[in-house]
């Protein structure tokens, strides 16, 4: 039965004096009902001859009484009233598309986003109304996800379990070496899901050859076909559309600069856009979406002497809100002098930190924002290996225990050696 035929059977039953019209959201029912409806619920006292004298045509209102008579007992043993707003969504939906695909014949990219979405609501078949909160149950909620990678998880405390994941720093920090070590921990430790990356900075083939070889362990998750990765994405849309038909459960995106500097000038109104986009995906998906973004200008010239603060962050503002997770990478080198006023963690020379300055989940193992430091690299076969390098942290029973160092811990410590660090 499509949406005007439930509306006027419901229309029928309010007015036969079956079925309340305070059980009724006006907004549910297709014209010409929906007005009378609205009418009802603000004059509770409404009599029928109100509608008859108010509202035209008042044939509708005939022939609304009589589709019902034709009901007999199931006009009050069925509920009629579930299915209006299922009706309302698929028929406003089918407008929707229909309006869509004129468009498209027309040469206009569609919103690719708001279609997906509510495709997606009508294939899950999800309830759109309002729940009372007693109804909801909270036993299977999570907060957070495991990510795989042993020392996120003991420090952070996992990864979001959807919306953005933005890992900043300047360049050579391994941003992109960091999201394929995630990728890999990630697929490791959930056997059967699978991820997708999207590399805005260089060909899919180079992404791939890089990171199988830093990390071989990659390529049985590439020979299991569990990785998806595309270098000629042109903007968020093209984004949108490739991960709204797959099922996949990590989404990276590498890098939003370069997917801002696709769509041509850089604007805040661009950068905010983006933000949001990548928002409302990671909603539609239910996935974590990892991003990696640049320092600002004046944070890349300070790096060198100061750690990176979270609102270091190019275009900070749509960043920090849009982050469920937000990440800073920061390589301490030798020559790297920061003086004590302007260090809030342990200056380590020649280690690379992870600092997380947000986590929308909270702090499930080690209380943050902190920082997680690691020694310079691993060596493998003669090859330096990012972010596989021994934590530091707390000596307990002769194994070092990862320590989520936090802001402020170098006045604490008073310390500028790796040794305090790892004490």
Same mark, same amino acid.
């Given at each position: 039965m499509n949406w005007y035929d439930l509306?006027?059977?419901?229309?029928? @039953?309010?007015? =036969?004096?079956?079925?309340?019209?305070? *059980? &009724?959201?006006?907004?549910?029912?297709?014209?010409?009902? /929906?007005?009378?409806?609205? &009418? %009802?619920?603000?004059?509770?006292?409404?009599?029928?001859?109100?509608?008859?004298?108010?509202?035209?045509? =008042?044939?509708?209102?005939?022939?609304?009484?009589? #589709?019902?008579?034709?009901?007999?007992?199931?006009?009050? #043993?069925?509920d009629w009233g579930k299915g209006l707003e299922a009706a309302r969504i698929l028929w406003e939906t089918g407008e929707k598309m229909e309006r869509t695909g004129h468009k498209m014949k027309s040469g206009e990219k569609p919103d690719v986003l708001h279609l997906v979405s509510d495709l997606r609501s009508l294939s899950l078949e999800e309830d759109t109304g309002v729940r009372n909160a007693a109804d909801i149950d909270l036993e299977d909620v999570q907060m957070s996800q495991k990510s795989g990678w042993d020392i996120w998880d003991n420090t952070f405390g996992g990864m979001p379990i959807n919306g953005p994941l933005v890992i900043y720093g300047p360049m050579g920090t391994g941003k992109t070496f960091c999201t394929l070590k995630l990728v890999k921990e990630f697929l490791g430790y959930y056997k059967e899901k699978e991820a997708m990356a999207f590399t805005l900075e260089m060909p899919d083939k180079r992404y791939l050859k890089r990171g199988v070889t830093m990390y071989p362990d990659l390529q049985p998750f590439v020979d299991e076909r569990r990785l998806w990765i595309s270098g000629k994405a042109k903007g968020i849309e093209d984004i949108v559309a490739e991960t709204s038909t797959r099922n996949i459960s990590l989404l990276v995106i590498d890098s939003i600069d370069y997917l801002a500097a696709a769509r041509g000038e850089v604007t805040p109104s661009l950068m905010? &856009?983006?933000?949001?986009?990548?928002?409302?995906?990671?909603?539609?998906?239910?996935?974590?979406?990892?991003?990696?973004?640049?320092?600002?200008?004046?944070?890349? @010239? #300070?790096?060198?002497?100061?750690? @990176? =603060?979270?609102?270091?962050?190019?275009?900070?503002?749509?960043?920090?809100?849009? *982050?469920?997770?937000?990440?800073? @990478?920061?390589?301490?080198?030798?020559? %790297?002098?920061? *003086?004590?006023? /302007?260090?809030?963690?342990?200056?380590?020379?020649? *280690?690379?930190? %992870?600092i997380s300055y947000k986590q929308r989940f909270g702090w499930p193992v080690q209380q943050g924002p902190g920082a997680v430091i690691l020694d310079r690299h691993k060596i493998r076969n003669g090859g330096v290996v990012l972010w596989e390098s021994s934590a530091h942290g707390i000596t307990k029973n002769g194994e070092v225990i990862p320590q989520l160092y936090k802001e402020g811990s170098y006045k604490a410590e008073g310390s500028n050696s790796s040794s305090r660090a790892k004490r």
């Open positions: 509306s006027q059977k419901n229309f029928g @039953l309010i007015l =036969t004096g079956k079925r309340p019209s305070q *059980a &009724y959201k006006p907004k549910n029912f297709h014209p010409p009902f /929906d007005k009378p409806v609205a &009418y %009802m619920e603000n004059n509770p006292d409404w009599d029928k001859s109100d509608i008859y004298l108010k509202f035209s045509p =008042t044939s509708e209102w005939d022939v609304a009484q009589d #589709s019902i008579r034709s009901l007999n007992g199931s006009a009050e #043993s069925i905010d &856009y983006l933000w949001k986009q990548i928002v409302q995906l990671g909603r539609l998906l239910e996935i974590p979406i990892i991003v990696t973004a640049q320092p600002n200008r004046v944070a890349k @010239l #300070s790096s060198n002497h100061k750690f @990176l =603060t979270r609102y270091d962050i190019a275009w900070s503002g749509s960043a920090e809100d849009a *982050a469920e997770q937000l990440v800073a @990478l920061q390589h301490v080198k030798d020559s %790297m002098s920061i *003086a004590r006023e /302007d260090s809030i963690f342990p200056v380590v020379k020649d *280690a690379f930190y %992870m």
